[in-house]
């Protein structure tokens, strides 16, 4: 894929503003990203890059475009036409993703939406498919945090919960950690986590993997007395298993309450939660309940959000939706 020279086309007012909304995006990300470590980040963010209701996303060779309100088959055309114009991608694939509606996805450009292939983040390999609904394997506006974790992990034992593909794992083991215990509800997740285990050459059989509901395991390891290091806690915003139901708004304190239980002293406890309608000041509100799930007391040590290539406008989008948060015993 072409990253430099940018060429300008100009066709008509549209194609210039156009061409010249998604060139101001990539300068952003060129100046910032390094790219001989990292192939896959957002090039445009909707509001935060004038393009609204609209995200795409570069995994090394391959874009995404993806469309959160219905447009008209000649402004999809005219983006397409940009992309490949400005940056030559090997595939170009679209989700449309309608409130209320099933996500469908279609290969604009290309021989075929990719399916299986591998980019890079911050020196780390992991597997990409574009064929699995709403996710790809990576969330791409946690690759700071992940680097976070990666820096404080050393010689640490780590508990990731709802890991999905494991790349926090992944990235504390490369940081030195000692083991890492991965769980997800998704046997699925659990599949393709072991695969990136393999793809970074880390032996699967140092680490442990459990299908299964972390309420349930929270419960067991503090049963057990087991405890760790670093424990990073990234539910879905809406979880279902056979035996509970969870909600983000509802059960953030006591799952927070839950790790805390199981962190040693000086430990972290790593919060995520990507649910644009708790704000940040919903978000420590929600924090100051958590006494009533735990007697241990904690302390707040870090707090961040998606990475710079996740912009908002302050007009449309007035805070970041994600939240990441450290705690500390």
Same mark, same amino acid.
């Given at each position: 894929?072409?990253?430099?020279?940018?060429?300008?086309?100009?066709?008509?007012?549209?194609?210039?503003?156009?061409?010249?909304?998604?060139?101001?995006?990539?300068?952003?990300?060129?100046?910032?990203?390094?790219?001989?470590?990292?192939?896959?980040?957002?090039?445009?963010?909707?509001?935060?890059?004038?393009?609204?209701?609209?995200?795409?996303?570069?995994?090394?060779?391959?874009?995404?475009?993806?469309?959160?309100?219905?447009?008209?088959?000649?402004?999809?055309?005219?983006?397409?036409?940009?992309?490949?114009?400005?940056?030559?991608?090997?595939?170009?694939?679209?989700?449309?993703? /309608?409130?209320?509606?099933?996500?469908?996805?279609?290969?604009?450009?290309?021989?075929?939406?990719?399916?299986?292939?591998?980019?890079?983040?911050?020196?780390?390999?992991?597997?990409?498919?574009?064929?699995?609904?709403?996710?790809?394997?990576?969330?791409?506006?946690?690759?700071?945090?992940?680097?976070?974790?990666?820096?404080?992990?050393?010689?640490?034992?780590? /508990?990731?919960?709802?890991?999905? +593909?494991?790349?926090?794992?992944?990235?504390?083991?490369? $940081?030195?950690?000692?083991?890492?215990?991965?769980?997800?509800?998704?046997?699925?997740?659990?599949?393709?986590?072991?695969?990136?285990?393999?793809?970074?050459?880390?032996?699967?059989?140092?680490?442990?993997?459990?299908? $299964?509901?972390?309420?349930?395991?929270?419960?067991? &390891?503090?049963?057990? $007395?087991?405890?760790?290091?670093?424990?990073?806690?990234?539910?879905?915003?809406?979880?279902?298993?056979?035996?509970?139901?969870?909600?983000?708004?509802?059960?953030?304190? $006591?799952?927070?309450?839950?790790?805390?239980?199981?962190?040693?002293?000086?430990?972290?406890?790593?919060?995520? +939660?990507?649910?644009?309608?708790?704000?940040?000041?919903?978000?420590?509100?929600?924090?100051?309940?958590?006494?009533?799930? +735990?007697?241990? +007391?904690?302390?707040?040590?870090?707090?961040?959000?998606?990475?710079?290539?996740?912009?908002?406008?302050?007009?449309?989008?007035?805070?970041?939706? /994600?939240? &990441?948060?450290?705690?500390?015993?």
């Amino acid at each position: 894929m072409r990253l430099y020279n940018i060429k300008i086309f100009m066709h008509n007012a549209d194609h210039e503003s156009l061409h010249k909304t998604i060139c101001k995006a990539w300068s952003l990300r060129n100046k910032y990203i390094d790219h001989s470590t990292t192939n896959a980040y957002r090039l445009v963010n909707s509001y935060g890059d004038a393009l609204q209701e609209v995200t795409i996303d570069i995994y090394n060779k391959n874009l995404l475009v993806q469309y959160f309100k219905s447009h008209e088959k000649h402004s999809k055309d005219r983006i397409c036409s940009e992309l490949n114009d400005i940056l030559a991608p090997e595939n170009i694939t679209e989700k449309i993703r /309608l409130k209320g509606e099933e996500i469908k996805t279609h290969l604009v450009s290309g021989k075929e939406i990719p399916g299986d292939f591998v980019v890079l983040e911050n020196g780390i390999k992991f597997n990409i498919s574009f064929l699995e609904g709403g996710g790809t394997g990576l969330f791409l506006d946690q690759r700071d945090n992940r680097k976070k974790i990666r820096a404080l992990a050393n010689n640490k034992e780590v /508990l990731n919960c709802f890991c999905y +593909t494991s790349s926090f794992s992944i990235s504390a083991i490369l $940081g030195g950690a000692i083991s890492t215990t991965n769980i997800d509800l998704s046997k699925k997740a659990i599949e393709w986590s072991k695969k990136n285990f393999l793809l970074n050459q880390l032996d699967v059989n140092d680490h442990e993997f459990i299908v $299964g509901d972390v309420w349930e395991w929270l419960r067991r &390891f503090q049963k057990k $007395g087991r405890t760790f290091d670093v424990i990073i806690i990234d539910p879905p915003s809406f979880s279902t298993s056979k035996t509970t139901v969870f909600t983000a708004e509802k059960d953030i304190p $006591g799952l927070i309450g839950a790790g805390l239980d199981i962190l040693r002293a000086d430990g972290i406890l790593a919060f995520s +939660t990507n649910i644009a309608k708790i704000n940040f000041s919903t978000f420590f509100q929600l924090l100051s309940r958590v006494k009533g799930f +735990t007697q241990k +007391t904690y302390k707040i040590i870090d707090v961040s959000s998606q990475g710079l290539d996740f912009p908002t406008d302050g007009i449309h989008i007035i805070e970041p939706y /994600l939240k &990441f948060v450290m705690l500390s015993c």
